[in-house]
């Protein structure tokens, strides 16, 4: 899960490095399993299944990283809101 603060405005990962970054994972996954010589060669549909799942997991993480964001949006509004009121508050303080 992405970990952002809270004046980070960096975009997300770009589709060309989530590719990258499914592409590097089934390669580590299919070298850890090449024992034998049998499987220096993967079934396609092993491969398959695992890019499908890294770009389901991918997706799932980028709708949670999107609802944590609106989270924090919504807090930071509430305590922007909450410092305008106590800052009116002192303004009419030093004014009457």
Same mark, same amino acid.
Request: hydrophobic residues 20%; glycine residues 6%; contains cysteine.
């Given at each position: 899960m992405r970990s952002?603060?809270?004046g980070d405005t960096s975009p997300t990962p770009s589709t060309l490095t989530r =590719? @990258?970054?499914?592409?590097?994972s089934v390669l580590q996954i299919r070298d850890g399993t090449s024992g034998s010589s049998a499987a220096s060669v993967p079934h396609p549909g092993v491969t398959n299944a695992l890019v499908q799942r890294a770009k389901l997991l991918q997706e799932e993480n980028d709708e949670l990283y999107a609802v944590l964001r609106?989270?924090? @949006?919504? =807090?930071?509004d509430e305590e922007v809101k909450a410092l305008r009121r106590v800052l009116g508050k002192l303004e009419r303080s030093l004014r009457g």
């Open positions: 952002k603060c809270c =590719k @990258t970054i499914i592409r590097t609106r989270n924090e @949006t919504g =807090k930071l």
